[in-house]
DNA sequence: TTGAAAGCGCTAACAC
DNA sequence: GTGTTAGCGCTTTCAA
């Protein structure tokens, strides 16, 4: 069963590479019904396949674009993977999968390959908002790109997929300091993000509206579990051996992901603090798991699914030579109020949304039509 | 800054293309120091990058291979990704991320998207263990494939890494079974899949040793959150509407991934009985959510992230023409007993590690190398 | 409607 | 050591 190769089919069907490769590729005209058939019948019967390679060689086309996230393992970002390659695929198109662990250096050098690979598009969830060199090169190799989930340079400056991270973020920081005596640790990104930088104004903006900048201290994470965790204990350890009212308490946390939210959570536990009694805590993306730790992480909830699919959508313009004018898609973030967060009292921010079953992920489906509208 | 080609880097660099070629793929011989040097630096200057889709033409070699999987969603998944996506990496491979959502029809379009890329081998996690039309496409074409997690056909027929399902879920039944009075409900995966054929022959084996075939219930799930939810929120309605001594009662779960187990937890939770007190959960795979739900769930745990890297290079090998004897690398799963079951009283199976810091998940080090090793 | 022939960018004999 | 020459399997003018 050695290969089989175009000439081949032509040779059994007697006629010439070209009439099928005009069948293989439909063209409408070009071909005779008959032979046409005929061929079809051969391929089906052989089990030919015609090989991509050399047709990209020929075409130009790859058919198939590069997905580079920083960490497969984080729950947010496989919805992100799957909403990107269902769409993809449906159009024809594969995906090489590239984890970057978070590295920079990583990233780079799979960028390199990307172009070797010749993919037609590449959808970029960047380690890092800073360095664009090699983006640049992507750019100078003429290879169509979109910014996912993260900003590199100037938000309008280049094609991208976001959520609008400061008004998450204003969201949630306003919630918790809706209450007079709320004195808010906030667990950020690592420095440099934009995500970092945007949801940092979103809650101090909240803070200022609040009067409560002193009430306010932001710690740095790096997104994981244990981050979340060590910030928190950390932060209550401090508590203790100082004087009981040491300006270093806090009675409520905002972490930049659920998966630190979940960390801080099991520092509270440790301790025997009760959430959300004592201590209320926020979350940012609104994983599956979100609703399944005790108590349900309150949350900012992004459209992920969506946001994947439109990074898709997005890219398969750009590759079809469209250039939209609106370069960015800004998707909007929804407060879901579950068990650590108190009910609130007064009408603050963010909708009631604490007896929402807690399995369910708000369906941001108005926002997301709107959001995504905005590229027209 | 029109692509540039070999050919380019020779007239700039005043020789053949054969030259510049060789210094590409570094052969020792062949160029004299003196030229090499000008052109790894011409190279370096103009940023050339060679294509790897003309490079397959002429070798036959892409350099690339296919994932496929059936649910990145599902946190099993990443972690299997991650350990094969690092090792494929850091060898020089590619890799086409395939989400099959469980369905063979996906999968089967796949496989075919794959072979027209011509990848160097395929690592499959399957959708399905009964049909292999689209395995032996593989085989026809001449491509090495290793299969992942679960079977197709017999476990020697192919190369593949699997846990050792059967004796892992002996283990937790066992361990469930360890109780006079147990009745347990087994939360199986799809039929037909060939874990849950192993899994169930564990189960059974260890309800025959205890003598509790009678008092075991097997379910069929789908592996997500809300089939165990669904299917124990059902065993316990049977339970209230009949007499209080029907023998539907149950007072020990075990679900054939945390998945089910956690939407099991869910279902008990919401109905106000207490874990482990009165029903006793146990889950399969131990993700990282396993340790964070509330109680901690226990489970059998795999070396996830190992089985990933394993399939790697066993397929790296089968690339490299090797033909290990040995066909099947088979990992040694781990009873971690954490909060949804009750301390053991009398010596049962596994280890007594309910104290076992939670979000630790067991390092399977041991098993690892001997479960490798078996391969040689 | 069909075929012949020239490439796409690279590698690999085989000469020199 | 270095260059020449065929291809790899496909698409795509350009003629017929």
């Known amino acids: ?27 409408a005209e070009g071909v005779g019904a008959q032979k046409r058939a005929q061929i079809l019948k051969l391929v089906e019967e052989t089990g030919f396949q015609p090989c991509s390679t050399a047709r990209c060689l020929a075409t130009g086309e790859s058919r198939s674009i590069g997905l580079v996230i920083p960490d497969i393992t984080n729950p947010f970002y496989p919805l992100l993977v799957r909403g990107a390659e269902r769409r993809l695929n449906e159009c024809g198109y594969s995906l090489f999968l590239c984890n970057t662990d978070r590295s920079l250096e990583t990233e780079e050098a799979y960028v390199r390959v990307l172009i070797e690979k010749r993919v037609d598009g590449v959808i970029l969830d960047s380690a890092g908002s800073m360095h664009d060199a090699h983006v640049r090169l992507l750019e100078d190799n003429g290879i169509p790109i979109v910014l996912l989930d993260r900003a590199i340079g100037h938000r309008t400056s280049r094609y991208g997929v976001f959520v609008d991270n400061q008004r998450g973020a204003f969201e949630a920081a306003a919630h918790l300091l809706r209450r007079d005596d709320c004195r808010l640790l906030f667990l950020n990104g690592p420095a440099g993000l934009s995500q970092s930088i945007e949801r940092r104004a979103g809650v101090e903006e909240a803070a200022r509206l609040a009067g409560a900048t002193d009430r306010l201290r932001v710690l740095e994470g790096d997104f994981s579990v244990d981050s979340g965790f060590r910030l928190v204990a950390g932060a209550l350890a401090e508590t203790q051996t100082a004087a009981k009212s040491t300006p270093a308490a806090f009675n409520a946390v905002f972490a930049a992901n659920d998966v630190m939210a979940i960390g801080a959570l099991r520092a509270l536990k440790q301790c025997g603090i009760p959430v959300p009694q004592e201590v209320e805590v926020m979350g940012f993306d609104d994983i599956e798991l979100a609703g399944m730790v005790d108590p349900p992480l309150s949350t900012v909830s992004q459209p992920t699914l969506e946001m994947g699919t439109a990074s898709a959508d997005l890219l398969l313009r750009l590759i079809g030579g469209e250039k939209p004018r609106r370069k960015a898609v800004i998707m909007v973030p929804q407060l879901v109020l579950r068990g650590t967060t108190r009910s609130v009292a007064v009408g603050g921010a963010g909708d009631l949304g604490s007896k929402r079953s807690a399995g369910q992920v708000a369906e941001p489906v108005t926002q997301r039509q709107s959001a995504v509208g905005t590229i027209r």
Do not use: E, F, P, Q
């Open 1 to 27: 069963m050695g290969k089989l190769t175009i000439t081949d089919i032509a040779r059994l069907a007697g006629v010439s590479k070209a009439t099928v490769s005009r069948v293989l590729n439909n063209r």
